[in-house]
């Protein structure tokens, strides 16, 4: 696998007559964490759930964990990689409890499940349900919870299978000011431990980029503006081109913040 946990080489993407993603290059490699930014529409999601293997592209070559899409079995590739996102909690049926949310995260289902756990998924389960801060919402529906709340069972479970490389589709929308800050400060903690996946998180906010961060891709009408570590890629000439707007941008420590000028 050399290291490198996800290639794209010229991906396309397109769907009723629109290009969704254009001619995409980009590697992603082990022990990496990447920001992926853009505005409304740019193709951010697209370009995670072809990450997901979840959908094929057009054209172009796409390599997960080695295995080259369109020769592996998704099925077998799926359980390795850790997936967050709305499409996620739109097939949560209603009265589903969240340990089971979690739980059956190894075996490609969401929620109900036909497999006997043992008491080490259930150890882990709730281990990740309070390393998330949600611990006490185990036996809750998942539908009962707040967006907040959602979003930490949605990652506790995209970790839950151990996966080599982990996709957060904007994990910080919808949040308030204390559940953003706090969620960013835990995927700190996941960016700076050396034992965790690469990371991979879509976002609209360069606020929203946790400490830790190593590499960020900005994407516009479905194309690479610009890919590479942070400090490189994230400055007001390169985050204006993809915003479409004039911006002025600021690095505070660790994070960062953008405005109009
Ligand atoms: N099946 C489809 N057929 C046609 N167009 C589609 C289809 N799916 C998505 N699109 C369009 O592709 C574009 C990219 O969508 P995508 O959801 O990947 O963008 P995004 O960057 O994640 O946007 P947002 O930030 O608003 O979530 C959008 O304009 C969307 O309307």
């Known amino acids: 696998m050399d290291g490198r946990v ?16 254009n001619g995409v290059d980009w590697s992603v490699l082990e022990g990496e964490r990447w920001a992926v930014l853009g505005p409304n529409g740019a193709g951010k999601t697209t370009l995670l759930n072809v990450a997901f293997s979840q959908l094929h592209p057009t054209a172009g070559v796409v390599e997960i964990l080695g295995e080259r899409l369109g020769q592996v079995d998704v099925f077998e590739l799926r359980p390795l990689i850790g997936y967050a996102g709305a499409s996620v909690a739109s097939r949560i049926e209603p009265g589903t409890p969240v340990l089971d949310i979690v739980l059956s995260a190894a075996y490609g289902y969401v929620g109900r499940f036909r497999e006997e756990y043992g008491s080490p998924d259930y150890g882990r389960a709730r281990a990740l349900l309070g390393h998330w801060g949600v611990a006490d919402l185990a036996d809750r529906d998942f539908h009962t919870l707040s967006e907040g709340e959602r979003k930490r069972v949605l990652i506790a479970r995209a970790l839950m299978a151990d996966p080599e490389l982990l996709l957060l589709d904007e994990p910080a929308a919808g949040l308030d000011l204390g559940g953003r800050e706090d969620l960013v400060r835990r995927m700190s903690g996941l960016a700076r431990n050396e034992a965790a996946p690469a990371l991979v998180v ?22 690479v503006v610009k890919a590479g570590p942070i400090d490189e890629v994230l400055t007001a000439e390169h985050l204006s081109e993809t915003f479409g707007l004039s911006l002025k941008v600021e690095r505070d420590g660790d994070r960062w913040n953008a405005r109009a000028v």
């Open 6 to 21: 996800l290639g794209l080489s010229g991906v396309t993407v397109r769907r009723g007559g629109a290009t969704l993603v």
């Open 202 to 223: 879509v976002s609209h906010h360069v606020e929203e980029i946790p400490a830790g961060f190593t590499h960020v891709l900005l994407l516009r009408d479905g194309a």
